[in-house]
């Protein structure tokens, strides 16, 4: 049956018709809803691990006792997962394992730009890299087989466009291959030193027998151009959406070598493809893997001399860097593909009655320098709040406050402070805040608990005491999780309630000791909260003197010098109102 799927949809009936039984992720856009689609099969179990690394071992805890298993992440989850990925390559598999990596080539959602080919080489693990839906689906369940036969786990690369595009797909009936055995193999499977050894050899063999593989495959092709175009044959070696920009911009003028297979790549066919154009051109996003292989084949071939190593391609970028290489011209501004009205921009701001602004405007008051970490309070660094000073990575807040601490921290020492998401806490940040209670540092951490996984849209965790299917969980007890690492001042706080978070936050600095602050109140697009009645202001009372402005929540304006609220928006968190100097804000009643 033909039916139009998300390319992460695609990628969950993939999983599914192959068999797959045992799936553990960690939530990161664009991978999310390849796992919250697979969560729909009641015939595989799925579960959100409290990181990336955690699900690959459970995926391969899963595989060795003999069923196909999946983990998913985005590209800088796969940092995390590293660990045990270059060692899994040692290992081989005992069921199928399949990798998901989604990159995000400009940073839609994400912190950097990675291209994640670099892991696949350097873990020397094979990686398919599909360019829309239906090949997602088959290349999912290519991986699996794959996979037991070479022994080896398989990542298969999504990127935004594909996970987050729809088109086509041709589905099946799921087939489980029988459970293989689990049998105890100490020098396969134990990777201490002396074994690890004789598994490196392994590694390389299978390599190169996946390398013959690719020159022959199906998922590695050449499209001839058509008969009929004449003028200088130009080949273009692509991949992934790219492939799809290649076609709709240049047609049938150009021939082709679409790769599937991005590691290891082939090198007779590439040097045939070569060797039968006029122009040879490389066009992938981000960093030039496929460019740098032809070139130490001996090929002279273009590809980043001329396209951007930064940022996503288009088919309008593709016109404007390679037409006048391909087509022996100019691009022209009214060739562009673009949309006739103009679309106003959309910053990313904290939602009307988000938890986090409280908090962070008691910061920003306090003038402390805030070291932040990933999650939709990240927006806290944007005016007006302006209240962050860092974000690096998952968890670098509480271990970097603790060496901004112990340096001294300058003319910051004694007010600056670290806030992490609870999601991210659980994630990577217990460890730092282990190392603050170990080796003591006047350290203030701030948990920011709104009860969920915000920004990559409402994934439980372990500490909201449902699972992936809203059942019943463990729950993980910040606080009592706290007092036992060794903090012997911990204080809850609702955000929503100024006064307090100002006390809290000046006391905790006043004191040469390491503490935590839980600021707790369920995130304001939760469906079981439920919200006070929207404000509004009484232009009576109002003065313009702007001081609901300091907030910068969404739901409040200035109109003819008074503030204005829209009711469609807020949410009734009375934030505003403790701000204004004159009393302006007013409660609506239902009859209103």
Known sequence: MKELMLGNKAFARGLYEAGCSFVSSYPGTPSTEVTEEAVKYDEIYCEWAPNEKVAMEAAFGASLAGVRSYCGMKHVGLNVAADPLYTMSYTGVNGGIVICVADDAGMHSSQNEQDSRHHAIASKVPMLEPSDSGETLS??????????????????????????????????????????????????????????????????????????????????RIEWRDDSCTGKHVG?????????YVREAFGNTVSVCKLGMVNPLPVQLIKDFAAKV????????????????CRALGLAVTGKDVLPICGEFSQNLLKKYLSPIICGEEFKDDDVNAVSDEIPGRPPVMCAGCPHRGLFYT????????????????????????????????????????????????????????????????????????????NQSDSTVIILDNSITGMTGHQQNPTTGLNIKGDPAGK?????????????????????????CDAAIKEELAVKAPSVIISRRPCALLKNVKHNPPLRVNRDKCVGCKSC?????PAISMKDGKAHIDNTLCVGCGICEQLCPVGAFESCQKED
């Open 236 to 244: 273009i070696i692509t991949c992934s959406t790219t492939y799809q």
């Open 278 to 293: 006029d122009t040879l051109i490389v066009a992938e996003e981000l960093d030039p893997i496929i460019e740098n292989h």
């Open 363 to 438: 910061l920003s008051k306090n003038k402390c320098t805030v070291l932040g970490d990933i999650g939709c309070y990240t927006l806290g660094a944007v005016a007006p709040l302006s209240a962050m000073d860092m974000t690096l990575c998952m968890g670098a807040s509480v271990s970097a406050i603790h060496g901004f601490n112990k340096a001294g921290g300058g003319e910051n020492e004694g007010k600056t402070v670290a806030v992490i998401g609870d999601s991210t806490f659980m994630h990577s940040g217990m460890t730092g805040l282990a190392n603050i209670a170990y």
């Open 139 to 220: 290349f999912v369940k290519l991986a699996y087989d794959l996979s037991e036969e070479y022994d080896t786990p398989v990542i298969v690369k999504m990127c935004t466009r594909v996970a987050h595009s729809q088109s086509v797909v041709e589905t099946s009936d799921r087939v489980v291959p029988a459970r293989k055995a689990y049998e105890k193999n100490i020098p396969k499977n134990v990777m201490m030193p002396g074994n690890a050894i004789k598994r490196h050899p392994f590694v390389e063999e299978r390599t190169e027998k996946l390398r013959a593989l690719a020159e022959t495959a199906s998922f590695n």
């Open 476 to 500: 993980i007890d910040l606080e009592a999780l706290c007092r036992s690492m060794g903090f012997e001042r911990v204080r809850v706080v609702d955000p929503y309630d100024l006064k307090a």
């Open 549 to 553: 402005m300091k907030i910068g929540c």
